[in-house]
């Protein structure tokens, strides 16, 4: 007879690992499935912000923005190691939103939720120097507010980790297939890489499959609700670094819309996103030669010297499950996150998970936890909101008084070196380098400082099997290597796999 666990979570982006974290951390049983890598799709296609959302109050979304607001502060407690306060420059431009709309928005932005942590708004002269050389000489006036950067995809594996720890079991490559429901469990089949199937009982189902999420129901036999998400896909592009200073820019677009200019991975820019309809395979989005061309058209409108696309160093495009609230425009669909609860009295119950930022997942986790609470006995009351996640237990959250103690442990390993790991694990960093005296106890250097150390942490400790989880979601390092060092990095991770145990 199979062991019924109590919660099966299907889906390993930002809101499955959340909800697997929350579960597990309660005292429930819980396996969470993924069919390809932690956040291999769309929670690691973002534009990498911890924000409230400022042009969503134009739509009157408050109570997003302020709960988006606050989740900024109880985040950056938690994780100070990979998310950290970020100053945006707003400039104003004749005939665009007016400056007395910036600044009642701006003084909403800084009032809804209150700040502890970071520094208010600003009123700025965009004439005098940094700005002065980087945008066009028609404006001269501005303000900068702040907000948060996050690794995103590095945000999910420490959920993924911090489930982990809390007794949950997380099977990366592993694919739903299909569920049948009973009076108090379901039956579900999952089929690993290998092509083997396993069947699991749960007393509870969260569907959490991002864009999946509608072709997942599909193959659920016997839930009552059928939610179909509205698909918008986002792109961006990365280019050589565009402008000095550790500011980014939020530019006003002519189709009242906004596009972010951020500092990215030391040397590059970050610019996006896109809001489009899509309707293909949520598994292959890429972005177009028209986003490409309406991003640089964006930026262009502000930077003294134009974007070209020959510029692009890489892109990447995520599909939004947004929930369908029958906005004509897919700029206008709500960020809100819905819940989709399925619990008859005499059924065992589902949860579909629609809609979300990145930034309120820790709440949605929360709430999804609260609705199927009842169901499932659990008495335990919520605990996420003051603890940190791994890595994170940095004392009053100071990364850079946090930093100089590693300095004084680690003088041997070179300061860029040190501070790149210090962001990517922080109190987990003793885990890579307690047991070296020097960088040639770490092994062999790929390039960009990604050592065979690095890598076997990755592999051992966070799910990484292939080239593409390491340099494109665990470290971003692909940006900084040649394609000879990628693909040796490729070479010794099949190595590895098949070398005997």
Known sequence: ?????????????????????????????????????????????????????????????????????????????????????????????????????????????????????????????????????????????????????????????????????????????TRFVSAKRRADHWRATLQHSDGKRTVVAARALVNAAGPWVGAVLETIAGASTRPAPRLVKGSHFVTRHLFDGDHAYIFQTSDKRVIFAIPFERDFTLIGTTDLAYE????????????????????????????QPDQIVW??????????????????????????????????????????????????AEQTINDLAPRLGCERPSWTAKAPLPGGAIPNADFDHFLQELRDRYAWLAPEHLNRLARAYGTRIDNLLASAKNPAALGQD?????????????????????????????????????VEQRRAVDGWLKARSHAPA
């Open 446 to 482: 790929f390039g960009a400082g990604l050592t065979e150390a690095e890598i076997d942490l990755l592999v051992s400790e966070e799910w990484a099997e292939t080239a593409d989880d390491i340099l494109w979601r665990r470290t971003k390092l692909g940006l900084h290597m040649t």
């Open 280 to 307: 293909s395979d949520p598994a292959e989005p890429a972005i177009t030669q028209a986003e490409t061309a309406y991003l640089c058209d964006a930026v262009n409108a502000y930077f003294e010297a134009a974007v």
């Open 1 to 173: 007879m199979t062991e019924t666990i109590d919660l099966l979570v299907i889906g390993g982006g930002i809101n499955g690992a959340g909800i697997a974290r929350d579960a597990a951390g309660r005292g429930l049983s819980v396996l969470l499935c993924e069919q390809d890598d932690l956040a291999a799709h769309t929670s690691s296609a973002s534009t990498k912000l911890i924000h409230g959302g400022l042009r969503y109050l134009e739509h009157g979304h408050f109570r997003l923005v302020r709960e988006a607001l606050a989740e900024r502060e109880v985040l950056l407690a938690a994780a100070p190691h990979i998310i950290r306060p970020l100053r945006f420059v707003l400039p104003h431009d004749h005939g665009q939103r007016p400056v007395w709309m910036l600044r009642l928005g701006l003084w909403l932005y800084d009032s809804l939720a209150g700040r502890k942590r970071l520094a208010p708004t600003q009123r700025l002269d965009l004439r005098a120097p940094p700005h002065a050389s980087i945008l066009q000489d028609r404006l001269n006036t501005g303000f900068e507010y702040s907000d948060c950067w996050v690794d995103d995809a590095r945000l999910v594996v420490l959920c993924a980790l911090d489930a982990k720890h809390h007794g949950a079991t997380v099977l990366t490559r």
């Open 315 to 364: 892109s990447f495009a995520g599909v939004r499950p947004l929930y369908d609230d029958d906005s004509a425009d897919p700029s206008s669909v709500t960020r809100d996150y819905v819940l989709e609860l399925d619990a008859p009295a005499d059924a065992a119950p589902i949860v579909s998970v629609l809609g979300g930022k990145i930034t309120t997942f820790r709440k949605l």
